[in-house]
């Protein structure tokens, strides 16, 4: 029998606050803090000092995103053993490993090009599973202890929080890194590589522990759901990929990522191409949209809290919108290709950044909300099934964008067709990307989307259930 205090403390249980919520952005941070360094300044560092073919660095990238396939094994290996702290921790540690063996295997190239090459793919595969690791649980605490209500200003937080990492990272290590020597980078890599754990370390302390205390199940139920956790990986990930809704936004993620990503490095070859930009320009033009994405997100957040419950605040909702809105402003990209230098690009770009933030930031805060459909106890697969489908996306985007351009280019004669047709592709893949989020459903009643720590030992309580995605 349930104990009638314990149901008491579970309806009072209202998620994490504001302040534990920003903790885990300073995670998110020290996450991408050593990823920014291993993408932007060893590509950099690769390209530039060393002379080598800019392929070198791009294929290690897409290496790191193809390692990311290992999510929904990392993520079912927390849901069996029920706790994230540790994954998260064990991820950070061999994301620090991996960050400074590719910084290492950097230095080598100079000198020992083969050794620096197989150990720099060592580093840059760590630094995929790092990520897989950390990321995965990362989400996982998010999905299950912040209240519906909350779900999607935190997720603003968090990514805000993850963009002021690259940003923060890259402008003090850049810094640091003049007059540039290979010791510099070493010591540089490693400095960042060190914080970036302690900072995590320190940001996830008590988090879970403190949930724990708030949110208990009788021994009995918790028995029953630890039993249902302990099965094999394939059979968890049979489990989750039968649910028509997993299979819809795992497709979902694919499409708009691919798109997304895709736009990310034709955009300001375009503006050059086209426009006659020179590189400070198009940089500038990355940088409104860098901003309209800001902004985009931040309205989501705003309007998410404002009217949660009611339709203007649901998460499926602007995340249609989104997608249809990032569909029209690539459509006017294309259009731009065909118009010309009279076509008003800036504004044009804003738009595209807004409508990219609205919803991506929706569909991560419905990721959170899907992550408990099914059942509790496969918070981790589902989580790591949408990360992998979207760091696949990420690592074909770069390119089937550039190699769509290069073959439009061959087969249309002028450049802004060209560019264009590309864009209108891109356009076909945000409204089928809207189209699918359309059609994904959460159920009535979810008393698997807990708010709470350990899948072994928690439940929602009824009263946070909320009656569909659609309404939240």
């Not at 490993?97 to 720099?120: E, H, K």
């Not at 990321?135 to 968090?158: N, Y």
């Not at 809290?305 to 989104?322: D, N």
């Not at 209108?424 to 008393?447: D, I």
């Amino acid at each position: 029998m349930s104990n009638p205090r314990i149901a008491g403390d579970q309806n009072q249980w209202s998620g994490l606050g504001w302040w534990p919520i920003i903790r885990l952005g300073f995670v998110q941070a020290a996450l991408g803090a050593v990823v920014v360094l291993a993408t932007s300044t060893l590509n950099r560092v690769m390209v530039v000092e060393l002379a080598l073919p800019a392929l070198l660095p791009g294929a290690l990238v897409c290496l790191h995103y193809l390692v990311q396939i290992t999510r929904p094994r990392m993520g079912h290996g927390s849901d069996v053993g029920g706790r994230r702290t540790p994954w998260i921790l064990g991820g950070m540690a061999v994301l620090a490993c991996g960050g400074f063996l590719a910084a290492l295997g950097t230095t080598w190239m100079d000198d020992r090009l083969w050794a620096g090459q197989s150990l720099a793919v060592l580093g840059f595969c760590l630094i995929g599973l790092g990520v897989s690791a950390a990321g995965t649980s990362l989400l996982v605490i998010l999905a299950k202890q912040v209240a519906p209500a909350r779900r999607a200003p935190a997720a603003t937080i968090v990514w805000m929080m993850m963009i002021f990492g690259f940003a923060m990272t890259a402008g003090i290590a850049g810094k640091l890194l003049d007059p540039y020597s290979e010791t510099r980078l070493l010591m540089v890599t490693g400095a960042v590589c060190v914080m970036a754990f302690v900072v995590a370390t320190l940001g996830l302390w008590g988090i879970e522990k403190g949930a724990e205390k708030q949110v208990r199940l009788s021994a009995s139920a918790a028995t029953q759901s630890s039993a249902s956790n302990a099965v094999p990986f394939l059979v968890a990930l049979k489990e989750v990929w039968a649910n028509t809704n997993a299979r819809r936004f795992t497709v979902f993620v694919f499409l708009s990522m691919l798109a997304y990503s895709a736009q990310d490095l034709i955009l300001e070859p375009f503006a050059g191409a086209v426009f006659a930009m020179t590189p400070g320009q198009s940089t500038q033009l990355s940088g409104l949209h860098h901003s309209g994405v800001l902004i985009g997100m931040i309205l989501v957040a705003l309007l998410g809290q404002r009217y949660a419950g009611r339709a203007a605040g649901s998460l499926k909702l602007w995340t249609v919108i989104g997608c249809l809105a990032s569909a029209l402003a690539s459509i006017g990209l294309a259009g731009a290709g065909f118009v010309g230098t009279s076509w008003p690009l800036q504004a044009n770009v804003v738009l595209l950044g807004a409508a990219n933030g609205v919803f991506s930031i929706a569909a991560i805060g419905s990721m959170m909300r899907l992550a408990g459909d099914g059942g509790a106890g496969r918070e981790g697969v589902r989580m790591g099934l949408w990360g992998a489908s979207q760091a696949l996306a990420f690592g074909l985007g770069g390119m089937a964008g550039t190699g769509a351009a290069d073959l439009a280019r061959w087969l249309i004669q002028e450049t802004g067709q060209a560019y264009g047709t590309v864009f209108g592709l891109q356009a076909v893949c945000f409204v089928a990307a809207a189209w699918l989020a359309a059609r994904v459903h959460t159920p009535a009643s979810q008393s698997s989307s807990s708010i709470g720590t350990n899948p072994s030992r928690d439940a929602a309580p009824r009263a946070l259930n909320q009656p569909s995605w659609s309404s939240s």
